[in-house]
């Protein structure tokens, strides 16, 4: 998360709280430090946002600050809100705290209590098996286009070590699957999560060749 983002979500999270919020409720929910937390109010006090508090008893921000909404209509906002629903069926816990924190600013937008509407009802069943690479670190390593050294299990039960370039996940109801560039094999192959055995960055040469290699991908496979 970055650090604007950090900014953001601090200032939703004390418009709709009904008491002080402490640096450990926000770092919680944030899952930053407390000395971030410190920092982030800091900054923002010193921006000339409205933070009244201290450190050890809470912070709230005082009325009359706003942000401008977002202008939705009643079927947008039950799409996303079912789409965010939905996300329990991932096992991508990372997703769904993120979900949660969206749901509820949709609705504050919408002047409404967080969560669906009462006329819908999303199962969060899964039966996805976990791995030594998660969906949030597969994620990130995605979106800082980071080479991994992976070893990884076959069907049949063997075991490879590979340089894998990540670019895409997909999300299948029993299983999560990583799209990646396969220096081994050359080419572009699928790894399911619950099939890496181990993990490690590389941090080699990749940079600003990941969004070439998606549209390879989609250019082979635009309907995986």
Same mark, same amino acid.
């Given at each position: 998360?970055?650090?604007?983002?950090?900014?953001?979500?601090? $200032?939703?999270?004390?418009?709709?709280?009904?008491?002080?919020?402490? #640096?450990?409720?926000?770092?919680?929910?944030?899952?930053?430090?407390? !000395?971030?937390?410190?920092?982030?109010?800091?900054?923002?006090?010193?921006?000339?946002?409205? $933070?009244?508090?201290?450190?050890?008893?809470?912070?709230?921000?005082?009325?009359?600050?706003?942000?401008?909404?977002?202008?939705?209509?009643?079927?947008?906002?039950?799409? $996303?809100?079912?789409?965010?629903?939905?996300?329990?069926?991932?096992?991508?816990?990372?997703?769904?705290? #993120?979900?949660? !924190?969206?749901?509820?600013?949709?609705?504050?937008?919408? #002047?409404?209590?967080?969560?669906?509407?009462?006329?819908?009802?999303?199962?969060? =069943?899964?039966?996805?098996?976990?791995?030594?690479?998660?969906?949030?670190?597969?994620? !990130? %390593?995605?979106?800082?286009?980071?080479?991994?050294?992976?070893? %990884?299990?076959?069907?049949?039960? !063997? +075991?490879?070590?590979? +340089?894998?370039? &990540? $670019?895409?996940?997909?999300? %299948?109801?029993?299983?999560?699957?990583?799209?990646? =560039? +396969?220096?081994?094999?050359?080419?572009?192959?699928?790894?399911?999560?619950?099939?890496?055995?181990?993990?490690?960055?590389?941090?080699?040469?990749?940079?600003?060749?990941?969004? #070439?290699?998606?549209?390879? =991908?989609?250019?082979?496979? &635009?309907?995986?």
């Amino acid at each position: 998360m970055t650090r604007s983002t950090r900014f953001f979500e601090i $200032i939703q999270m004390l418009r709709r709280a009904s008491a002080p919020m402490t #640096a450990a409720q926000m770092a919680e929910t944030l899952e930053v430090t407390k !000395r971030t937390i410190y920092r982030d109010i800091a900054s923002l006090q010193a921006s000339g946002l409205p $933070i009244d508090g201290e450190a050890g008893v809470g912070y709230i921000l005082r009325a009359g600050y706003d942000l401008p909404p977002i202008m939705l209509d009643e079927e947008e906002r039950e799409a $996303i809100v079912v789409g965010l629903a939905l996300l329990g069926r991932t096992g991508d816990q990372a997703l769904e705290k #993120a979900a949660v !924190r969206a749901s509820a600013k949709i609705a504050d937008a919408a #002047a409404a209590t967080p969560g669906l509407p009462e006329t819908f009802r999303v199962s969060e =069943w899964n039966q996805i098996p976990a791995g030594a690479l998660s969906p949030a670190d597969a994620r !990130r %390593y995605i979106r800082e286009e980071t080479e991994l050294q992976i070893t %990884y299990r076959d069907e049949a039960g !063997r +075991c490879t070590d590979r +340089c894998i370039h &990540p $670019i895409a996940l997909i999300y %299948y109801i029993d299983v999560v699957v990583l799209v990646a =560039w +396969c220096v081994l094999r050359d080419g572009l192959r699928h790894f399911r999560l619950d099939r890496v055995q181990a993990v490690k960055p590389t941090y080699g040469a990749f940079h600003t060749s990941g969004e #070439a290699l998606r549209r390879i =991908w989609q250019s082979e496979d &635009p309907s995986p």
